[in-house]
């Protein structure tokens, strides 16, 4: 039976939402016109970038709109006057007037094309070459999810600390091939001096740490952490960096390294580092650095050194001068453990977790606008472009002082913001992922992640260039882009910084390692097998692959 109550509420909630489209689009437009006219770089700002497609769909209506009420209008009196062929022509354009604008108006931003499984590019990079190691328990996680009386998934009691402490010795050991997590980290540290042209030694007393983790959601511009108090106020919801698998970490360095206290340090430049993570972290490692902006209530405010951060760009001559900061400049080794998350650019993972190692924001007024070089539908799409991550991941005092690459994937996040929702793709089942990855290969752990995200939720990582810095990263000494890569700014350039490629299948999750020991990312979820003498590849045994690998 018809229902004329529900047909007017229907009706009317379409009108509503019409006037309301219109509205937002002439905001938009306004807002766009009144901020960028008066200075012009600003149309690349994030809030500007996301004004921009409704101001200009908003135009290419209005526009359509008018030329098509025009042109039924003008064949109306050329009918009138016995036209027709002249009045057929009019109808005709009015009709492509409306076209063009539904047209334009309804797309939705463009998605990358599915890529090509196993061509790997770039030579992989660690102890055991382009090893990704994937760490996956469902019991560390017990949060109910959002909801009245669930809490916050950050709160010790959602989170089992003896299960993260196990995780991250799971990574370590499985990434170095060690039965214990002390000859584990021992062959790491090892490796990376020989590897930097030092003696090849492990860690010595006195050396110092930086942990970046990501705190986006507590960024100094938000307003969600109160600097009077360090209270967050907002995106409690919201996840970043975990402080359980911060702790985890912490643990391992201490008690089973042996580094110091006062030689760790922990944070993120441009974000605070709130109460609710300081109170987890602090009382067990007190006298760790936990760095920030401020510095307020015995938090180490964030210091510039005179290193200078060099990008391989023409246009960022004119900005000013990016420099290390000190906390970076001064480390023997840094770790860089972000979590898990999607972006406008498509994926946050270990590359962009350095957008928040500087003293300044990504786009502060200024300094060059870092998010110019990155992908996305609203930043730089497409292949074959500058990244600016490119020179981050290979300056000698970031990317290049790495020891390890770690992301945090307990329950993993949708965009920037982290908001958080459980995994559908197979093994999670609708859980959250429950999830740690760890590498020495910077770009190979960021492909690994890149194809997690892809297949969990294709709206947000599959946009046009997600990949490109990979790219560029991995065939840094001769890049698609045609960059000559100089992050010392001393005429040096880089070699390949890692290996990418992208799995077989989402189901297999097999990489070429996987399926022909010796070359490509080698993704491993249990320990790897016993190493023989003769086996260079780490298979398991000894066979022709060992021999190519000699």
Same mark, same amino acid.
């Given at each position: 039976?018809?229902?004329?109550?529900?047909?007017?509420?229907?009706?009317?909630?379409?009108?509503?939402?019409?006037?309301?489209?219109?509205?937002?689009?002439?905001?938009?437009?306004?807002?766009?016109?009144?901020?960028?006219?008066?200075?012009?770089?600003?149309?690349?700002?994030?809030?500007?970038? %996301?004004?921009?497609?409704?101001?200009?769909?908003?135009?290419?209506?209005?526009?359509?709109?008018?030329?098509?009420?025009?042109?039924?209008?003008?064949?109306?009196?050329?009918?009138? /006057?016995?036209? !027709?062929?002249?009045?057929?022509?009019?109808?005709?354009?009015?009709?492509?007037?409306?076209?063009?604008?539904?047209?334009?108006?309804?797309?939705?931003?463009?998605?990358?094309?599915?890529?090509?499984?196993?061509?790997?590019?770039?030579?992989?990079?660690?102890?055991?070459?382009?090893?990704?190691?994937?760490?996956?328990?469902?019991?560390?996680?017990?949060?109910?999810?959002?909801?009245?009386?669930?809490?916050?998934?950050?709160?010790?009691?959602?989170?089992?600390?003896?299960?993260?402490?196990? =995780?991250?010795?799971?990574?370590?050991?499985?990434?170095?091939?060690?039965?214990?997590?002390?000859?584990?980290?021992?062959?790491?540290?090892?490796?990376?001096?020989?590897?930097?042209?030092?003696?090849?030694?492990?860690?010595?007393?006195?050396?110092?740490?930086?942990? /970046?983790?990501?705190?986006?959601?507590?960024?100094?511009?938000?307003?969600?952490?109160?600097?009077?108090?360090?209270?967050?106020?907002? #995106?409690?919801?919201?996840?970043?960096?975990? @402080?359980?698998?911060?702790? $985890?970490?912490?643990?391992?360095?201490?008690?089973?390294?042996?580094?110091?206290?006062?030689?760790?340090?922990?944070?993120?430049?441009?974000?605070?580092?709130?109460?609710? #993570?300081?109170?987890?972290?602090?009382?067990?490692?007190?006298?760790?650095?936990?760095?920030?902006?401020?510095?307020?209530?015995?938090?180490?405010?964030?210091?510039?050194?005179?290193?200078?951060?060099?990008?391989?760009?023409?246009?960022?001559?004119? !900005?000013?001068?990016?420099?290390?900061?000190?906390?970076?400049?001064?480390?023997?080794?840094?770790?860089?453990?972000?979590?898990?998350?999607?972006?406008?650019?498509?994926?946050?993972?270990?590359?962009?977790?350095?957008?928040?190692?500087?003293?300044?924001?990504?786009?502060?007024?200024? !300094?060059?606008?870092?998010? #110019?070089?990155?992908?996305?539908?609203?930043?730089?799409?497409?292949?074959?472009? !500058?990244?600016?991550?490119?020179?981050? =991941?290979?300056?000698?005092?970031?990317?290049?002082?790495?020891?390890?690459?770690? %992301?945090?994937?307990?329950? $993993?996040?949708?965009?920037?913001?982290?908001?958080?929702?459980?995994?559908?793709?197979? +093994?999670?089942?609708?859980?959250?992922?429950?999830?740690?990855?760890?590498?020495?290969?910077?770009?190979?752990?960021?492909?690994?992640?890149?194809?997690?995200?892809?297949?969990?939720?294709?709206?947000?990582?599959?946009?046009?260039?997600?990949?490109?810095?990979?790219?560029?990263?991995?065939?840094?000494?001769?890049?698609?882009?045609?960059?000559?890569?100089?992050?010392?700014?001393?005429? %040096?350039?880089?070699?390949?910084?890692?290996?990418?490629?992208?799995?077989?299948?989402?189901?297999? /999750?097999? #990489?070429?390692?996987?399926?022909?020991?010796?070359?490509?990312?080698?993704? %491993?979820?249990?320990? @790897?097998?016993?190493?023989? +003498?003769?086996?260079?590849?780490?298979?398991? /045994?000894?066979?022709?692959?060992?021999?190519?690998?000699?």
């Amino acid at each position: 039976m018809f229902n004329s109550d529900k047909y007017q509420r229907s009706s009317g909630g379409r009108r509503l939402a019409k006037w309301l489209l219109t509205a937002g689009g002439l905001v938009s437009l306004l807002w766009f016109l009144i901020r960028v006219i008066p200075k012009p770089s600003r149309a690349a700002y994030p809030c500007q970038r %996301i004004a921009f497609p409704l101001a200009s769909g908003f135009v290419i209506w209005l526009l359509g709109t008018l030329g098509s009420v025009a042109g039924f209008r003008k064949a109306k009196s050329l009918l009138q /006057k016995s036209h !027709y062929l002249l009045a057929a022509v009019f109808i005709i354009a009015a009709v492509a007037c409306i076209w063009i604008a539904l047209s334009f108006t309804g797309q939705s931003g463009a998605l990358a094309e599915n890529p090509s499984p196993n061509q790997p590019i770039g030579l992989a990079k660690g102890l055991n070459p382009g090893r990704v190691v994937w760490v996956h328990d469902p019991n560390a996680t017990s949060w109910a999810g959002p909801g009245a009386g669930n809490g916050y998934w950050w709160q010790p009691e959602h989170t089992d600390q003896n299960a993260v402490d196990k =995780m991250i010795s799971n990574a370590i050991q499985w990434l170095t091939g060690k039965a214990d997590d002390s000859n584990a980290w021992d062959a790491l540290f090892r490796h990376f001096n020989q590897s930097a042209g030092k003696s090849g030694t492990g860690y010595k007393s006195g050396e110092k740490i930086m942990v /970046k983790v990501n705190l986006s959601t507590c960024n100094r511009r938000l307003g969600s952490v109160d600097p009077c108090t360090y209270n967050k106020l907002m #995106y409690l919801d919201k996840v970043d960096t975990s @402080p359980q698998m911060i702790v $985890g970490l912490l643990r391992h360095l201490v008690y089973k390294v042996g580094v110091r206290q006062s030689d760790i340090s922990v944070g993120d430049t441009v974000a605070f580092f709130p109460n609710h #993570y300081w109170n987890i972290c602090h009382a067990e490692f007190p006298d760790v650095c936990y760095i920030d902006p401020c510095g307020y209530f015995g938090r180490t405010p964030v210091n510039s050194s005179d290193i200078i951060q060099h990008w391989s760009h023409g246009e960022t001559t004119s !900005y000013e001068t990016d420099y290390i900061s000190r906390c970076f400049a001064e480390a023997n080794y840094i770790i860089n453990f972000p979590c898990l998350k999607g972006h406008a650019a498509g994926i946050t993972l270990c590359g962009k977790n350095h957008y928040g190692s500087y003293i300044r924001l990504p786009d502060d007024s200024g !300094y060059y606008n870092l998010h #110019y070089t990155i992908a996305g539908n609203s930043y730089e799409p497409n292949m074959g472009h !500058y990244r600016a991550l490119v020179d981050i =991941m290979g300056h000698s005092d970031m990317g290049q002082k790495t020891l390890l690459y770690l %992301i945090d994937g307990l329950y $993993g996040g949708y965009k920037w913001d982290g908001t958080i929702y459980k995994f559908h793709m197979a +093994p999670f089942n609708d859980d959250w992922p429950s999830s740690l990855f760890a590498s020495q290969d910077p770009v190979a752990i960021d492909s690994v992640g890149l194809d997690f995200l892809w297949e969990e939720w294709p709206h947000v990582a599959r946009v046009p260039g997600v990949d490109d810095y990979l790219h560029e990263a991995a065939l840094a000494n001769n890049p698609p882009s045609g960059t000559f890569y100089d992050p010392d700014g001393n005429g %040096i350039g880089l070699d390949s910084l890692g290996v990418h490629e992208h799995w077989n299948n989402a189901a297999d /999750k097999q #990489y070429s390692r996987n399926l022909l020991p010796g070359c490509g990312i080698e993704l %491993i979820s249990a320990p @790897p097998a016993e190493l023989t +003498p003769g086996d260079l590849d780490h298979s398991g /045994k000894v066979d022709m692959f060992d021999l190519s690998a000699l």
